[in-house]
């Protein structure tokens, strides 16, 4: 049976928590990722029926909007529904519950459905649309807008990609991403403030050994706005991070 509305409920356990207690925005983005897999997989379009193809889904952008965060030992549930698809790209949404079904917050997302061996778009207009279920769930929140680069007064960070940056498509992990750009960021501000609004577009991938610089814009009435540069001077991922006080 084709389930258009697809849910994961989960336990926030110590080890899962930050430094204040709470879920990490990363791990969020993780866990998202992880019900959009199981989900495909369902409807028969996941890995292992695409890879047989050399199609494969890649992340194209990600906003994440939070009211509060599950805290340790908190119980929590994602849900998750397609909004729209069409040759190219197929549209994600979420929604994140607390216990006694309290909305914590949203989700949208685009993901791109990547030839892997000739490495461009491919073309899923041949797939059957019931493999795509489009579910009238409402998603308040609104898209990824386009991120403006950071100024020349931006401040900069260098890392080098390692093995555990990496994922099974051998290039660097959502997730690494995320969690190099928060780790800009000092333990007290993230004592006092926290993200209430994450989006993040998805340029060109990064490998082992790849030497990075994240710039950082100032912030301007609790936004940063973010960029990882490869060192061939490409874009990898634009951010922009909205705050608010824990």
Known sequence: MIQSLFSQSYELTAGECDPEGRMPISLLAERLIEVA???????????????????????????????????INDEYTIASWIEGYNRHFSERNFAIYGSGDRILGYARTVWVAMDYKLRTMADLSSFDSSLFPIADVPCPIAKTPHIVSPGCDAATDEYTFRYR????????????YLDLILNHWSLEFFDRMMPSRLDVLFHNECHFGERVALRVSPDADGTNN?????????????????????
């Open 37 to 71: 897999t199981e989900h495909a997989d369902g409807l028969g379009i996941g890995y292992g029926a695409l890879k047989t193809i050399n199609i494969g889904w890649v992340l194209s952008r990600m906003s994440i909007e939070m009211q509060q965060y599950p805290g």
């Open 165 to 176: 940056d990496l994922d099974v498509n051998r290039h660097v992990n959502t997730v690494r």
């Open 226 to 246: 973010c960029e990882i540069i490869r060192s061939d001077g490409k874009k990898a991922v634009s951010c922009r991070i909205c705050w608010k006080n824990v």
